[in-house]
């Protein structure tokens, strides 16, 4: 089993609508969890954090359940610009951060 | 301020040829990782520094890969003799030591295609 396990899509969605995503992890002793968004042929780059308390950034949310170890990426209103790879990331220990596989999200006019 | 630059972003070569990846990470930044990424996948740890040790290099594959920090900035990741399953794209990423925020800097990648 994979140490973060993301559903890899795509999930096909019209401007305007709201999708989101799960992630799960196996290992209880992660620290702290993040969302990053790799677009095609790019480089990944942070979108966000997950806090214990969920949070919020515009259209995007993030919540974390520790107890049933999953994470979420909501996204509402979706843009053309939101189509991309997200990637969930768990950091366990120092520095040490281990990627998700990936959802792939396309958004059509 | 510059980012993560990597060199080459291209590299085509035939299978059992030695291929080498360069990097520079963002001033300052005293951690630097090398990640594989294949097709449909995230990215994989294969080496992390802090300064010039290398303090993680469970996941590299030390029969064909090596790489070196030696002055502590740039980085350099050797394959050699690289093999068909190879083929995936080496990206470079930086961090401040110490920081919490889970954000990596990472370069636009050097993608090798082994033939």
């Given at each position: 089993?994979k140490?973060v396990e993301q559903?890899?899509?795509?999930?096909?969605?019209?401007?305007?609508?709201?999708?989101?995503?799960?992630?799960t992890?196996?290992?209880?002793?992660?620290?702290?969890?993040?969302?990053?968004?790799?677009?095609?042929?790019?480089?990944?780059?942070?979108?966000?954090?997950?806090?214990?308390?969920?949070?919020?950034?515009?259209?995007?949310?993030?919540?974390?359940?520790?107890?049933?170890?999953?994470?979420?990426?909501?996204?509402?209103?979706?843009?053309?610009?939101?189509?991309?790879?997200?990637?969930?990331?768990?950091?366990?220990?120092?520095?040490?951060?281990?990627?998700?596989?990936?959802?792939?999200?396309?958004?059509?006019? | 301020?510059?980012?993560?630059?990597?060199?080459?972003?291209?590299?085509?070569?035939?299978?059992?040829?030695?291929?080498?990846?360069?990097?520079?990470?963002?001033?300052?930044?005293?951690?630097?990782?090398?990640?594989?990424?294949?097709?449909?996948?995230?990215?994989?740890?294969?080496?992390?520094?802090?300064?010039?040790?290398?303090?993680?290099?469970?996941?590299?594959?030390?029969?064909?890969?090596?790489?070196?920090?030696?002055?502590?900035?740039?980085?350099?990741?050797?394959?050699?003799?690289?093999?068909?399953?190879?083929?995936?794209?080496?990206?470079?990423?930086?961090?401040?030591?110490?920081?919490?925020?889970?954000?990596?800097?990472?370069?636009?990648?050097?993608?090798?295609?082994?033939?």
């Amino acid at each position: 089993r994979k140490e973060v396990e993301q559903d890899p899509g795509p999930f096909n969605v019209p401007e305007g609508a709201t999708v989101a995503f799960n992630c799960t992890y196996s290992n209880s002793a992660s620290q702290s969890f993040f969302w990053y968004r790799q677009d095609c042929r790019k480089e990944p780059k942070l979108l966000m954090s997950v806090y214990s308390s969920g949070n919020e950034d515009g259209r995007f949310t993030a919540q974390l359940n520790r107890a049933s170890q999953y994470i979420s990426l909501l996204i509402r209103d979706s843009k053309l610009s939101d189509s991309a790879t997200y990637l969930c990331v768990v950091k366990k220990g120092f520095q040490k951060l281990v990627f998700g596989t990936g959802t792939r999200l396309l958004v059509s006019p | 301020e510059a980012g993560v630059v990597q060199s080459p972003r291209y590299k085509i070569i035939e299978k059992k040829q030695p291929v080498a990846f360069w990097c520079n990470p963002i001033s300052g930044h005293n951690t630097l990782y090398w990640y594989l990424q294949n097709l449909g996948q995230g990215p994989e740890l294969l080496i992390r520094y802090e300064n010039e040790e290398a303090v993680d290099d469970s996941q590299l594959p030390k029969d064909r890969f090596s790489a070196e920090r030696l002055k502590g900035v740039d980085s350099t990741l050797k394959i050699q003799p690289a093999e068909l399953g190879d083929s995936a794209v080496y990206l470079c990423a930086s961090s401040e030591s110490g920081s919490n925020t889970g954000e990596l800097f990472f370069g636009e990648g050097s993608r090798l295609t082994v033939l």
